[in-house]
């Protein structure tokens, strides 16, 4: 049964603290991506990999950290320094650069920071 | 930044009714897509037009793009009530490997 997961589906942290997302796909995609989708609002990317040990910063890159050191995991931390981490996040992968390909997107997670 | 702008922000109709939804965008694309979203779920992927092509249908979905205008439109025909979703285009944007979603479109159509 190929496909994304995330875990957990709710993530309920206090200030302060860093949080792992967990994101995992076994469509043997190269590429990974994380969103982050505030309520009402469209997705804004946070970080991508192309390619396993390499990955780039999206649009929104302040206060998240990422590592691709498996071609099927690509984790998420969200960290103390992330002003407003209460939000919907999406993590998905595609068969190539997303110029071209379709993405395929995990059910995602809702963190909630108290 | 988000490149798409959709139109309307949200849309009600009944069953059967055809629903029109619009796509703008600012910069030159390789290819638009649209995606759907049932509430606090992922995205599903729908249709995936090119930059080279003008119209695409997908059973009850067509979609057509005009690149002169950077617009594009997805027209979903006989709508059923699980077809309430939020609906959203995404431009893959020449030389580089991400997608630019737009802000959604929510439709509820009515049994």
């Known amino acids: 049964d190929g496909g994304i997961t995330q875990s957990p589906k709710y993530l309920f942290r206090k200030e302060g603290q860093n949080v792992t997302l967990s994101c995992e796909q076994n469509?043997?995609?190269?590429?990974m991506y994380w969103y982050r989708q505030d309520p009402g609002q469209g997705l804004r990317l946070i970080y991508y990999?192309?390619?396993?040990?390499?990955?780039q910063k999206g649009d929104i890159a302040e206060g998240y950290s990422v590592s691709r050191e498996k071609k099927e995991s690509f984790p998420l931390t969200v960290t103390s320094a992330q002003k407003n981490p209460t939000a919907f996040y999406l993590c998905?992968?595609?068969?190539?650069?997303?110029?071209?390909?379709?993405?395929?997107f995990g059910p995602g997670t809702r963190l909630t920071v108290t | 930044s988000q490149q798409g702008e959709e139109d309307p922000q949200a849309l009600s109709i009944q069953e059967g009714e055809n629903a029109t939804m619009n796509c703008s965008y600012k910069?030159?694309?390789?290819?638009l897509q649209w995606y759907r979203q049932n509430s606090g779920r992922g995205l599903v992927h729908l249709i995936l037009?090119?930059?080279?092509?003008r119209e695409k249908h997908s059973g009850r979905l067509r979609v057509t793009l005009d690149t002169s205008k950077k617009s594009s439109s997805l027209l979903i025909t006989a709508s059923r009530a699980a077809d309430t979703a939020s609906y959203f285009c995404?431009?893959?944007?020449?030389?580089?490997?991400?997608?630019?979603f737009g802000t959604g479109t929510r439709l509820q159509v009515f049994p």
């Open positions: 037009i090119r930059s080279n092509e």
């Open positions: 995404a431009t893959g944007i020449y030389n580089t490997d991400k997608l630019i």
């Open positions: 990999s192309q390619i396993v040990n390499d990955f």
């Open positions: 469509l043997n995609h190269d590429a």
């Open positions: 998905a992968s595609s068969g190539g650069a997303s110029g071209s390909y379709e993405q395929y």
């Open positions: 910069t030159s694309i390789n290819n």
